[in-house]
């Protein structure tokens, strides 16, 4: 099956720096790929979608000068924390979907950010 | 806007025993897609079933199926010979048919299967 990877796993930053996560389609080439958001013991909420060679469209309520995206070629989107604070760690989740016809979507295994 | 209610917060199940995972979903949609995803505690979305809404026969895969009530905005999910493994947190999830292949998401049942 299609595969989705992020990296890192896991990352701990400190308050006031920037992170960057990496999504990335192993086997597939992903148009579109989303970034969601999951608090503890709570749902995927989505934050943006990322369209490969155009601005990320993001989600209400979801600041994108905090959170840039960026999908500069078929099989990679990032999700670019900037500025830190520890009201940001969370778990975030990428998925993409696969081919220009498609709707099959396919979830990466997520990155834990801590912010100290 | 579409919404997806999962009533359930907690279940459990003994092992081998069948359980039922409750969704409904509110929308105007005609056409769209429902899933059931599987979020073990490696937090990996696993897809375990999904459901064309144009279909009216309900899916299967394997010991999972669905109920899936259209008139009714139901799409529930039936775990067959519940076992260890099927421990997990289980999302509901809508998608309507259009280029944004956006989901929304349930709030998640988590399910615990005893031995």
């Known amino acids: 099956g299609a595969v989705v990877s992020q990296h890192p796993s896991r990352v701990i930053c400190k308050s006031g720096t920037s992170v960057k996560i990496e999504c990335r389609s192993l086997d597939f080439q992903a148009t579109t790929m989303f970034w969601y958001r999951q608090f503890p013991k709570q749902s995927l909420m989505l934050m943006a979608t990322?369209?490969?060679?155009?601005?990320?469209?993001?989600e209400q309520g979801v600041e994108k000068d905090k959170f840039l995206i960026n999908h500069a070629s078929l099989t990679l989107s990032t999700l670019t924390v900037t500025s830190a604070h520890p009201e940001d760690s969370s778990f975030y989740i990428c998925s993409a979907k696969k081919g220009a016809g498609g709707n099959t979507i396919y979830f990466g295994e997520g990155s834990w950010l801590t912010v100290v | 806007a579409q919404t997806v209610t999962q009533s359930q917060p907690e279940m459990s199940v003994q092992e081998a025993e069948t359980v039922t995972l409750s969704c409904t979903y509110d929308?105007?949609?005609?056409?769209?897609?429902l899933f059931w995803y599987k979020q073990p505690p490696s937090r990996q979305m696993i897809l375990v079933i999904r459901?064309?809404?144009?279909?009216?026969q309900n899916a299967t895969e394997n010991r999972f199926s669905v109920n899936f009530q259209k008139a009714a905005k139901s799409f529930s999910l039936k775990i067959s010979d519940s076992q260890l493994g099927d421990t997990a947190m289980y999302f509901c999830?809508?998608?309507?048919?259009?280029?944004?292949?956006?989901?929304?998401f349930g709030t998640g049942t988590r399910l615990k299967v005893l031995a």
């Open positions: 990322s369209n490969e060679g155009s601005k990320a469209t993001y």
């Open positions: 929308t105007s949609e005609n056409n769209y897609y």
């Open positions: 459901q064309e809404a144009y279909k009216q």
């Open positions: 999830a809508f998608m309507k048919v259009d280029r944004t292949y956006k989901y929304i």
